[in-house]
């Protein structure tokens, strides 16, 4: 397979991703539209607010996250006998997403607020869905799954192409997870029940994925800036396959049935304790070699440091919040906003490092400069947002809760939304912008797809 064909797809998984927040953004701003007089009147079914939310969610979370991991896993060596399994793979992860954003807008079809991944309930959705992840299912089961070579078409260090199978074989699980939860989940249980019950397993096994692709994004990062990879191959191998471990066990958790107890309990204890340890060890790695080359002082090691940092601190604020909660409050959403923007903020930084790789340019100064603070100001906005949310549920305030219902009880809950308030605002400004830039370089992509991957520099930094 030629390089020009590798970029293609590559490309086109990058464009996915990006396009994934661009309509995410764009379902936000029609909800908020939808309510100003006079289009207020234009909308007469009182559940479309709330089947845009629902595709809203899942396309800044699932289909984002999904995109950006099949895009980095893309660069990985591949066989060109799977040359149409790759083009396949686009094709129905596209058509999956194109399906889920027009089944927003059918009428009499319910959505389904549920944990993990909510949908609505509408063959057209449901059959986007299992589209998209029958896409990421064709791209994961390939040779370049085996790691028994690295790819010298990419500057994403070895250790970080481990990390790539890893992130494969535990989405891989996370769909298993779904499809055994889906026989042994009663469809006579009603919408709310059968959906949450059904990818409350996969969902979990999911966030294991999530932080795999922020590792990769972690050790790229500490290459990248220090010159040296954070631990040896070896280390690496070990350290993923601790994080696996508990992954290979979730379908079996399904056998006893998903309304049980275990089921419910199993997999919260295995989030709980088979993630923070090993990026706990990553962390350490990461930091030893920012700490031998402390006294750097050129403009690549900060700024990726200053990412890396954003990262790292949504991690362990993330951490630090879960540890907090107990019972059904904000403390919930706030522990997993600040873990996904941890995840978000590494790709983010890891974008522009690596756009130059894909033949993408920043031709503006202006916009060369917002590359260079915006994962940070995203990183900063998410965490105040993370801490206010995390404020409020600690005096009390419930989650889930909206308008009329939610009661505030204390100053301290008023002054946890009003931070968390001010931070979305922050976090929001920081995303426009990330879009912004990638959009521009997009824009203003190479023709030339001959050059070699050693000749290229880091993009905007």
């Known amino acids: 397979m030629t390089d020009r064909v590798q970029r293609s797809l590559s490309r086109m998984w990058f464009a996915l991703a990006i396009g994934s927040l661009v309509l995410a953004g764009i379902l936000a701003a029609l909800l908020v539209i939808a309510r100003v007089p006079p289009f207020h009147d234009w909308i007469t079914d009182p559940l479309f607010f709330k089947r845009c939310l629902v595709v809203h969610v899942d396309l800044s979370l699932f289909v984002w996250f999904s995109a950006f991991l099949m895009f980095l896993y893309s660069r990985l ?3 060109p006998h799977f040359l149409a399994q790759e083009i396949a793979a686009i094709a129905c992860a596209i058509t999956g997403v194109m399906m889920m954003v027009i089944a927003a807008g059918m009428p009499a079809s319910t959505p389904i607020l ?5 949908v609505i309930d509408h063959p057209l959705f449901l059959g986007g869905l299992v589209a998209f992840a029958t896409g ?3 791209q994961v089961l390939q040779p370049r799954l085996i790691p028994d070579q690295s790819s010298t078409e990419t500057r994403l260090p070895e250790v970080a192409q481990l990390g790539l199978r890893a992130a494969g074989i535990a989405i891989l699980f996370a769909v298993i997870t779904i499809w055994a939860a889906w026989w042994q989940t009663s469809r006579a249980l009603g919408p709310s029940t059968y959906f949450e019950l059904l990818f409350w397993g996969g969902g979990h096994v999911f966030q294991f994925a999530n932080t795999c692709g922020m590792l990769v994004a972690w050790t790229a990062l ?4 220090t010159g040296k990879t954070p631990c040896s191959r070896r ?5 993923f396959a601790w994080l696996l471990l508990p992954v290979f066990a979730a379908p079996l958790l399904t056998l006893a049935g998903t309304g049980t107890t275990l089921y419910r309990t199993a997999f919260t204890a295995m989030m709980q304790w088979g993630i923070f340890p090993v990026v706990l060890v990553f962390l350490a790695l990461c930091f ?3 700490w031998q080359t402390r006294h750097q002082r050129d403009s690549t090691y900060r700024i990726i440091r200053l990412g890396f940092a954003s990262s790292v601190t949504l991690t362990l604020l993330g951490f630090g919040l879960g540890a907090m909660i107990r019972g059904s409050n904000t403390l919930v959403p706030a522990h997993y906003h600040a873990n996904i923007g941890a995840v978000t903020c590494a790709y983010m930084t890891l974008t522009f490092a690596i756009l130059a790789e ?8 202006r916009l060369l400069n917002w590359s260079r603070w915006q994962p940070a100001a995203f990183g900063l906005g998410q965490a105040v947002f993370a801490a206010g949310f ?17 009661a505030i009880h204390s100053t301290a809950a008023s002054v946890g939304l009003v931070v968390m308030g001010i931070g979305g605002l922050m976090a929001i400004v920081g995303g426009i912008a990330y879009l912004t830039v990638s959009l521009h370089a997009m824009a203003h992509a190479d023709q030339d797809d001959t050059a070699p991957v050693g000749e290229k520099q880091i993009a905007t930094i």
């Open 222 to 225: 500490t290459a990248f800036a």
């Open 136 to 138: 990421i299912g064709l």
């Open 288 to 290: 030893r070699r920012f």
């Open 114 to 118: 549920s944990n993990y991944l909510p």
């Open 77 to 79: 060596p591949r066989d």
């Open 390 to 406: 995390g404020l409020a549920g600690a005096y009390g305030m419930g989650r889930k809760l909206y308008g009329s219902e939610q």
């Open 235 to 239: 280390t690496a191998f070990a350290l």
């Open 358 to 365: 894909l033949g993408y340019h920043i031709k503006s100064i």
